[in-house]
């Protein structure tokens, strides 16, 4: 229907808003069909035993393609978010999971970073501390855990949690797509029950203690590809979050620290996930 300010061009402007019409149409049908594939990926997957779908690699793949294709004016933010909802909804559909995020720090960034990369659809529940969100997770089939990365010194070292076997490990760092300005661009880590064989190990998360600290190590950790990511002091020891890149195995990380004059009193694997990504066409 034509409003009266149409008025100038009716044959032109129905006719866009035909092809419109049709290209919704065309793109809701394409996602009823993709939806339909996912009977069979859960047969293949086998998630009904494992309890969770994701795959955290196949997802960072998938998000850096789109960044990479995207042109024309719609905004990369906004592609970037339709396809997360689309394949954090998916992932739900697939086995059904709720995103836990440390408020600690504010709920309103959590938030939006949940629902930017999770969508609606899946729930939300906030908790007032990492160990809170990590209880849940762990007490959870399929569930995922949210943390900001800059938490600073005083939320103590909540990743202590993730340390042992069984304990949940950090899956992914997002945003998947990461440039200055993203909408919801507060860097997260993202926990779940470990990942068998899906999980991706460009870079890998360790907690460590050191009853000495040198700057020399933090040049050690840069020079190797590292970053330190969060540090606080524990009884007299410093207790810190650190990653390497996945080729660099725990002996060799040991011995580099231990040359540099920081041999670590403890050192232990947290996780690990997809080798980080930078687009700056946002
Ligand atoms: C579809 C899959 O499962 C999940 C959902 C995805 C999607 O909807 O595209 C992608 C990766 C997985 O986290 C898959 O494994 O391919």
């Avoid at 190590?217 to 590292?226: T, V």
């Avoid at 810190?240 to 990380?253: R, T």
């Amino acid at each position: 229907m034509s409003s009266p300010n149409d008025e100038a061009a009716p044959v032109d402007l129905d006719a866009l808003r035909a092809e419109i019409d049709r290209l919704d149409r065309e793109m809701h049908e394409r996602l009823m069909q993709r939806s339909a594939i996912i009977e069979r990926l859960i047969a293949v997957k086998k998630t009904s035993q494992s309890g969770s779908a994701f795959r955290p690699g196949r997802e960072a793949a998938m998000m850096k393609a789109l960044a990479e294709r995207h042109s024309g004016l719609l905004p990369l933010d906004t592609v970037e978010s339709i396809w997360r909802v689309i394949i954090g909804t998916f992932t739900y559909v697939q086995a059904p999971y709720t995103v836990h995020a440390d408020i600690s720090a504010g709920d309103g960034p959590m938030r939006d970073s949940a629902r930017f990369h999770f969508g609606f659809t899946v729930p939300y529940q906030p908790h007032p501390d990492a160990r809170a969100v990590i209880a849940a997770v762990a007490g959870g089939r399929g569930d995922l855990g949210i943390f900001r990365l800059d938490q600073g010194a005083s939320a103590g070292d909540w990743w202590n949690g993730l340390i042992g076997p069984d304990r949940p490990k950090v899956i992914a760092r997002l945003p998947f797509i990461e440039r200055d300005d993203h909408p919801a661009g507060t860097p997260i880590f993202v926990i779940s029950k470990p990942l068998a064989d899906a999980a991706m190990r460009d870079v890998v998360l360790y907690a460590a203690r050191f009853e000495r600290w040198r700057s020399e190590a933090a040049g050690a950790i840069a020079g190797a590809g590292g970053e330190i990511v969060c540090t606080t002091g524990v009884a007299g020891q410093l207790s810190m979050l650190f990653s390497v890149p996945g080729d660099l195995d725990i002996q060799a990380l040991t011995d580099l620290l231990t040359q540099a004059g920081a041999a670590p009193a403890e050192i232990a694997e947290i996780g690990s996930h997809a080798a980080r990504y930078r687009s700056d066409r946002g």
